[in-house]
């Protein structure tokens, strides 16, 4: 299941930059993280992909998603300035952000490079 993040559920879950200056990951499983708007053509393509991701990977990757809209603080964190933006969150590795809507063989490509996640076999 695709959660929605607030800057607190945020803080938690993926980096608590209130109390630290360098990147710390409070994750314990690799995550992604959809900066979107319901405004967002773009970024209504990649939110079935993500639910469908979500289902595949389930127990393997957090999907998270953010607006962009209601969480302001939290997209200038990371300079959000076209949307969707996509951040690959590694649990032991500097997070990549990617723009656009990726298709879904992109996720994967990244799943398994970036995030180090093999395809659970069906």
């Not at 957090?62 to 590694?90: R, V």
Request: charge should be negative.
């Amino acid at each position: 299941m695709v959660e929605h993040l607030t800057k607190e559920t945020f803080k938690e879950k993926v980096f608590n930059f209130e109390q630290n200056k360098e990147w710390k990951f409070e994750g314990d499983k690799p995550a992604v993280i959809d900066f979107y708007a319901d405004w967002c053509g773009p970024c209504k393509q990649v939110a079935p992909v993500l639910e469908e991701l979500s289902g595949e990977y389930e127990g393997k990757v957090n999907i998270y998603k953010i607006d962009t809209e209601s969480e302001k603080e939290l997209a200038g964190m990371f300079g959000i300035q076209s949307i969707p933006s996509l951040l690959f969150i590694p649990t032991d590795a500097e997070p990549q952000m990617a723009m656009g809507a990726l298709p879904k063989e992109t996720f994967e490509k990244a799943f398994k490079e970036v995030l180090k996640v093999e395809k659970p076999a069906a």
